[in-house]
């Protein structure tokens, strides 16, 4: 049953004990939003719990109260209300069958399931975090510091550091809120964009192995199976060729096995998605991915092919 943003913040009050959970592989938005809930809940005189089924990257532990995140090794959990945010039910993993209290999902995800007994969702907002900020309002708690820190990252994470698209002038607003009220946004931008020593290497030597292709509208980065070897991940590796001038799609073909690569792809413009279908791949229009049952030489030279033929 989809609520009002009054309602959710009554459903919310009225619980004395909640369990607040958020999606495996956790970023910066399911983090920010549900520690800054569980925080006001706590600050509301509620019993609360944080669960995520998922180990919690390095990088967050600057997030005040971070270490108050469990994940769900008791038995069972006793609730008055399970609140989902920035997810629907299918990705909390363990939290679905060992917390079986009413469901209050909050979510931005116009992909959202519906999949709970109440759910509040606006995908017009860039975060999650944007919706706890303003339920924070209709709750009538003052963020302070710390949940105006979480706030804050969750927005900051969701909208690429206040550069995509979904960024308005309400994101804006409400970052400039959490500023007022202590959040630091310099502590959360080098927090999230610090990466290892190793790291930087592994994509330096990646950028190595850039070639353009159809007159440079094609930039890709051509990972065999020895380099892969030696690289840990290839996270952000696509964005830095797909920056380059003149380029529409942005390719990263990686032998993940020898023999077998895996691809993916980025556009400005052309549906990649079109290219990923042709090799039983998915996705949308401007990222998709695919394999290929082929050494690196092989399916470079049929993705590139099959990308012509688009152009
Ligand atoms: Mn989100």
Same mark, same amino acid.
């Given at each position: 049953m989809k609520i009002s943003l009054k309602e959710t913040a009554a459903k919310l009050l009225s619980a004395d004990s909640l369990v607040i959970t958020s999606h495996v592989n956790p970023d910066g938005d399911a983090l920010g939003s549900s520690l800054a809930l569980y925080q006001m809940m706590i600050r509301l005189g509620k019993r609360a719990e944080l669960l995520i089924d998922d180990d919690i990257p390095e990088a967050f532990s600057f997030l005040p109260d971070i270490a108050a995140i469990k994940k769900p090794e008791a038995e069972s959990y006793d609730a008055d209300l399970l609140v989902m945010l920035d997810v629907s039910r299918d990705r909390i993993g363990r939290v679905a069958e060992k917390c079986r209290a009413p469901i209050l999902n909050i979510d931005h995800h116009i992909t959202n399931d519906g999949e709970a007994d109440f759910l509040y969702l606006d995908a017009g907002r860039a975060a999650t975090a944007e919706i706890v900020y303003q339920l924070a309002r209709e709750l009538a708690v003052e963020p302070d510091e710390a949940v105006a820190m979480c706030i804050y990252t969750g927005i900051s994470t969701d909208t690429g550091n206040f550069k995509f698209s979904n960024t308005t002038p309400f994101t804006m607003r409400a970052a400039a809120d959490m500023l007022e009220a202590g959040a630091k946004a310099h502590i959360v931008?080098?927090?999230?964009?610090?990466?290892?020593?190793?790291?930087?290497?592994?994509?330096?030597?990646?950028?190595?192995?850039?070639?353009?292709? /159809?007159?440079?509208? =094609?930039?890709? !980065?051509?990972?065999?199976? %020895?380099?892969?070897?030696?690289?840990?991940?290839?996270? $952000? /590796?696509?964005?830095? =060729?797909?920056? !380059?001038?003149?380029?529409? %799609?942005?390719?990263?073909?990686?032998?993940?096995?020898? $023999?077998?690569?895996?691809?993916?792809?980025?556009?400005?413009?052309?549906?990649?998605?079109?290219?990923?279908?042709a090799f039983q791949g998915g996705g949308h229009i401007r990222a998709a991915g695919c394999s290929i049952e082929k050494p690196l030489a092989e399916a470079k030279e049929m993705l590139l092919q099959e990308i012509g033929k688009a152009l």
């Open positions: 931008s080098e927090a999230l964009e610090q990466r290892s020593y190793q790291e930087v290497m592994d994509k330096a030597k990646a950028m190595q192995t850039i070639e353009l292709a /159809f007159d440079g509208r =094609v930039a890709g !980065i051509y990972i065999d199976n %020895a380099l892969y070897e030696t690289i840990g991940s290839t996270e $952000g /590796f696509i964005d830095t =060729v797909r920056i !380059i001038a003149g380029v529409d %799609a942005a390719v990263l073909v990686k032998e993940v096995e020898a $023999g077998r690569c895996r691809i993916s792809m980025r556009s400005k413009g052309m549906d990649v998605s079109r290219i990923a279908a």
